[in-house]
């Protein structure tokens, strides 16, 4: 795979197929899958959803494959990306980040806050390291690894990963 592909939907858009058998899963997480699925068909690769595994650290894995994958759920919105390369991804709706978590988390940062929590969950979800101390003490202005960022009046997504690999949004 010569490339990363990133789709977002709106949460209300997926449907979710009777192929996924997850029942402790939430909705969104099956939705999540549900989009993996489709560009995955998309894109001609085809794999049971059923042999999506995790690993040790959480991160999701396809067995038997060299397919990477991250996603994130917000409160409307679902975002899936998919590479050979690690990567991770996360996606929030527009809200406002209290003085409390701002104080907590968001220590090195001057604006635009809710942007730089984004970065900081990709960034894990990259590393899957969800460590509280790690994630408090991450300063995003050293993060040394390619990013594609979208931030629009709906939601702020990020998507970080190693490597030079064109984006394709699906």
Do not use: Q
């Not at 909705?27 to 899958?33: C, L, P, Q, V």
């Not at 604006?111 to 590393?127: D, G």
């Amino acid at each position: 795979m010569d490339k990363i592909y990133i789709c977002i939907k709106n949460k209300d858009d997926i449907t979710i197929s009777d192929d996924i058998k997850f029942c402790n899963f939430k909705d969104e997480t099956k939705k999540a899958f549900a989009l993996l699925s489709n560009m995955l068909d998309i894109l001609g690769i085809k794999f049971d959803l059923n042999s999506i595994k995790y690993k040790d650290n959480g991160k999701p894995y396809i067995i038997n494959s060299n397919i990477k994958f991250s996603y994130s759920h917000s409160k409307n919105y679902i975002a899936c990306v998919v590479s050979d390369i690690e990567l991770g991804i996360d996606i929030e709706d527009i809200f406002n980040i209290s003085n409390s978590a701002r104080c907590l988390y968001l220590k090195n940062v001057d604006s635009n806050y809710r942007l730089s929590w984004v970065k900081k969950e990709a960034y894990c979800k990259l590393l899957r390291d969800f460590d509280d101390e790690f994630f408090k003490n991450l300063d995003i202005n050293k993060i040394k690894c390619n990013s594609y960022i979208i931030s629009n009046d709906k939601y702020d997504c990020v998507c970080y990963y190693e490597g030079e690999k064109k984006i394709v949004l699906m």
